[in-house]
């Protein structure tokens, strides 16, 4: 399976526009399209940059409905447009490749905790294998799915893991287990060579669409 994400970023002067504009757009595409967009809010992380996701089986066709409504669809041009102004900068496009599941693949969730960096291109097997001895442990401490996701397109020789919640009480909790337990801490220390440490990223998000 794969992973499609749009991270946007909004200017601070037009949040209420740009987000009422997101919201507009996203409902409207899941109304045309074969496939489930959801619309991600940060809860800690940087203020204005929203997350647009979907997950799909097979890129290509994805890809093409993607391109068709672009060309096609006036609506979705038009709701385009009309919030252009909102968008600080050019969004940038992820495909993320789900290489492991620790627990069970359900529905989105509500609330997704995401870690992400970049590993030299010779540090790979290792990141993801680093990557899925941390999301095994993590999953069976807080009982909580968590994915381990590879990209190369978008975010090149990058590695992700999203640990998925029903509400940021649960990802509290699970925070505070994980960083009382010793084992944990030992995957920690072992991550020496598995990635850049420069490019490490952590947010929270909220699904709101």
């Known amino acids: 399976m794969f992973l499609w994400n749009r991270q946007i970023t909004i200017e601070p002067d037009s949040l209420n526009a740009g987000v009422a504009g997101l919201v507009d757009g996203v409902t409207h595409v899941n109304s045309v399209s074969d496939y489930e967009f959801s619309l991600w809010a940060p809860v800690l992380g940087t203020l204005g940059q929203f997350g647009i996701s979907a997950r799909c089986e097979d890129f290509g066709p994805?890809?093409?409905?993607?391109?068709?409504?672009?060309?096609?669809?006036?609506?979705?041009?038009?709701?385009?447009?009309?919030?252009?102004?909102?968008?600080?900068?050019?969004?940038?496009?992820?495909?993320?490749?789900?290489?492991h599941v620790a627990g069970e693949m359900g529905d989105v969730p509500n609330v997704c905790a995401v870690v992400r960096w970049q590993a030299a291109p010779h540090q790979m097997m290792s990141a993801i294998q680093f990557g899925i001895g941390m999301a095994d442990y993590v999953s069976g401490i807080s009982g909580s799915t968590t994915t381990v996701s590879a990209s190369n397109y978008g975010?090149?020789?990058?590695?992700?893991?999203?640990?998925?919640?029903?509400?940021?009480?649960?990802?509290?909790?699970?925070?505070?287990?994980?960083?009382?337990?010793?084992?944990?801490?030992?995957?920690?220390?072992?991550?020496?060579?598995?990635?850049?440490?420069?490019?490490?990223?952590?947010?929270?998000?909220?699904?709101?669409?």
Request: overall charge negative.
């Open 62 to 99: 994805f890809a093409d409905e993607m391109a068709e409504r672009g060309a096609s669809d006036e609506a979705f041009r038009a709701k385009m447009n009309a919030m252009g102004s909102s968008i600080a900068e050019n969004p940038q496009d992820t495909l993320w490749n789900v290489l």
């Open 155 to 209: 975010y090149p020789n990058g590695i992700c893991l999203i640990t998925a919640y029903d509400s940021v009480s649960d990802f509290q909790k699970a925070s505070l287990a994980a960083n009382a337990d010793g084992g944990f801490a030992e995957l920690l220390a072992a991550s020496e060579g598995v990635g850049r440490p420069e490019t490490i990223e952590s947010v929270l998000i909220r699904r709101i669409l």
